[in-house]
């Protein structure tokens, strides 16, 4: 069965720096998600990707973050400049949305990001 | 704006026992519901959704849930429990309209399962 995968599991970086967290969604999927989950919170909407550009965005995603579908198969969440309130666990989800009706989210396993 | 609580942050059953965790949902429209499952270690496993129809919905590993419009509810159900439903369950909810992807998540229910 098709799963979105991500990569790295666990990414660990200091305070300032740069990460990019990759994700590959299911290859017939046309919606493209990022969520967070920090640790003892619940899972919050960051942003929502369609036809190469941004459908949706949540107040969290301010001018720190960014999203980029560089290929045909990956699905990238960049964070410019680090804080130690970014770490969190951060879920990719892609879905179908057949027809512009109501949709299925499914999610990888997540990258968790520390930031020291 | 739309939001979703689960009641219950933890819940201990016995083995074989029957479950139900609570979530209610408040939305202006017609609700999509999901019922997520976490597992420890791992990522979001969609057990069951509801988006139109017959309000008991069948999900996976023997899971149902039941819409019900007048109490803004969507309650998971399983007649008997096994050890492997340990895990971490998420209610969430789709808007409609011309944001159907956003998904808003409950707060999430630690099933703790005894032998």
């Known amino acids: 069965e098709p799963e979105v995968t991500q990569t790295p599991s666990h990414q660990v970086t200091q305070m300032g720096q740069e990460v990019i967290l990759r994700c590959v969604p299911i290859s017939n999927h046309l919606y493209f998600y990022w969520y967070r989950q920090i640790l003892g919170q619940k899972v919050e909407f960051l942003v929502s990707f369609y036809n190469n550009e941004i459908s949706e965005k949540s107040e969290i995603f301010d001018d720190q973050f960014s999203v980029e579908r560089p290929d045909g198969s990956n699905f990238t969440l960049k964070i410019r400049s680090t804080k130690l309130e970014d770490s969190a666990m951060y879920f990719c989800?892609?879905?179908?949305?057949?027809?512009?009706?109501?949709?299925?989210?499914?999610f990888g396993p997540g990258t968790r990001l520390t930031v020291l | 704006a739309q939001s979703v609580t689960q009641p219950d942050i933890h819940i201990t059953v016995s083995e074989g026992a029957s479950l139900e965790l609570r979530c209610n949902y408040s939305?202006?429209?017609?609700?999509?519901l999901f019922w997520y499952v976490q597992s420890p270690g791992q990522g979001l496993q969609l057990l069951l959704k509801y988006f139109s129809g017959d309000t008991l919905v069948q999900g996976i590993k023997g899971f149902e849930a039941e819409f019900k419009r007048s109490q803004s509810s969507f309650n998971l159900r399983k007649p008997s429990v096994h050890w492997s439903d340990a895990a971490e369950y998420f209610c969430?909810?789709?808007?409609?309209?011309?944001?159907?992807?956003?998904?808003?998540f409950g707060q999430g229910t630690i099933l703790t399962v005894h032998p």
């Open positions: 939305y202006g429209a017609t609700p999509y």
């Open positions: 989800a892609s879905g179908i949305l057949a027809g512009g009706g109501p949709d299925t989210q499914y």
């Open positions: 969430a909810v789709g808007a409609g309209g011309t944001s159907y992807g956003k998904l808003t």
